[in-house]
């Protein structure tokens, strides 16, 4: 055997051993050799062959080629393995984590024994008052947050945690205010996702448990007309439904004097029978224009019963009831569910300077409309400082200043530059009259806030306060005026519905966005 024939034996033999490596290593064998100690060991397999023949040395090229392909199979295959073998490391994780975890529905009132059986998986971290420097009382400001823990004590920094929706609960408070309540049914939530309640698409209807017995009469002064109807409805009601007559002092005399016919109806002799009226009253009847609505919201300072008003004067944006049709619509009201509009009402409090925070009087006063402030007969503007809570909202300078209700929006609110607001919208109208800037525009607040405006010292003049255009107050250095919304709202009943009722009151009574329409550009 020539030399030549010896070497090239010995290149088969070690090329030999490199593929049989290979095929032990794809048969699931752990080689832990390098990239770079099998490149070596490639070339190391063919050496240099010291011959002058062209054929052995094309023959040594295509070896190494082979090995260097050999070595790319073997670190892909590699590759693919140790990334299996993760993606199964997580799944694994991921499955164990969802074995430990349990949904908790509901909120901090859970059953203790759930809570106790799930202690030794979960770590249930309250928010504290302390921590969020909230009472708890007030608010959504109480929140559970509910962390996995993966089981076992060698558990590692990085180890992932599968993450989910974190748990809470919304309370309803009143920010101190006994009076202040917010209503449940305009906010739902359900794991975790808050959603509007479906109660403010909807009418709200008023059914009789049992028919009423007990009406009042509250009819505009010095009108023949109205006299003459009220006259003929307290007939009708006595003879036909057998209904018990409430009528106000003045009314009740000039019936008395009218006929002794109405010797069965009733009336109050003081303001403390007033009181209680809202005790013994089932039904208010108002005869007469919006002004007259307005005087019989001012008679309850609490609870009112329900008002179907009827339309005896110049306006009647309350007052959606014919006065033709009175037998007609009455007897609706009176047996069957009728749709009502809750009408907020403020409540204004008159603090002085002098009285170290104490208010001046023990009741409030109650408007249905607006509270204004303005400058009098003072040649200077207003100067007043307003709060909203504990929040500066801004100075005012000009002729004054309106706090209205939604009701109250196409009133006094509405000539100043406010905007119109369905009655049913909870909330408060800031509008400015004629301010001392351009840039001072009307603000809608919501109606759980309470507002203070206050003359400040340094005032060149005073202000005065009138509530629903009467009850004229004058506002000195250092007094103040508490507004907030009345937890005891106005109930109207509605001809239709609420906003039906709302959108002819602007079209008959504003002649809201009344034009001429465009000619027809017709062919010649």
Known sequence: MSADEAALKTCHERINLSVAASHQAENGSVTTVSSKESEEATYAFLPPIESTDAHLHEFAEAMRTVGKALRQVAEGKAAAQAEAAEWKRKYEAEKAAKAHTHVIKGCSNCVKDKLEHLASKLTLETASADETGCCGNHGICSRQILQDQCPG????????????????????????????????????????????????????????????????????????????????MVRWLKEHNNINIFVEPRVSKELLIEDSYFNFIQTWDNDQEMKTLHTKVDLIVTLGGDGTVLWAASLFKGPVPPVVAFSLGSLGFMTP???????????????????????????????????????????????????????????????????????????????????????????????????????????????????????????????????????????????????????????????ALICSVSPWPLPTACLVDSTTDFLRSIHEGLHWNLRKSQALDCPA
């Open 153 to 232: 004590p060698n558990r590692k920094s990085d180890d992932r945690i599968v993450g989910r929706k974190v748990p809470f609960r919304l309370s309803w408070g009143s920010n101190g205010d006994k009076n202040g309540q917010h209503k449940h049914d305009f906010v739902s939530f359900e794991k975790g996702d808050i959603t509007t309640a479906e109660r403010s698409n909807k009418q709200i209807f008023l059914k009789w448990d049992s028919p009423p017995q007990t009406v009042l009469f509250v009819t505009k002064p010095n009108s023949n007309s109205v006299h003459a109807l009220c006259s003929e």
């Open 321 to 479: 009831f014919p006065s033709e049709q009175y037998r007609e619509c009455l007897g609706n009201v009176l047996k069957r569910p009728f749709t009502i509009t809750l009408r907020s009402r403020l409540q204004c409090h008159v603090i002085r300077d002098a009285a170290k925070d104490e208010v001046e009087t023990g009741e409030p006063i109650l408007v249905l409309n607006e509270v204004t402030i303005d400058r009098g007969m003072s040649s200077y503007l207003t100067y007043l400082e307003c709060y909203c809570d504990s929040s500066f909202v801004t100075c005012v300078q000009g002729d004054g200043l309106i706090i209205s209700t939604t009701s109250g929006s196409t009133a006094y609110s509405l000539a100043a530059g406010g905007s119109m607001v369905h009655p049913q919208v909870p909330g408060i109208l800031f509008t400015p009259i004629c301010p001392h800037s351009l840039s001072f525009r009307p603000l809608i607040l919501p109606e759980y806030v309470t507002l203070r405006v206050q003359v400040p010292f340094n005032s060149r003049g005073q202000a005065w306060a009138s509530f629903d255009g009467k009850g004229r107050i004058q506002l000195g250095p250092g007094d």
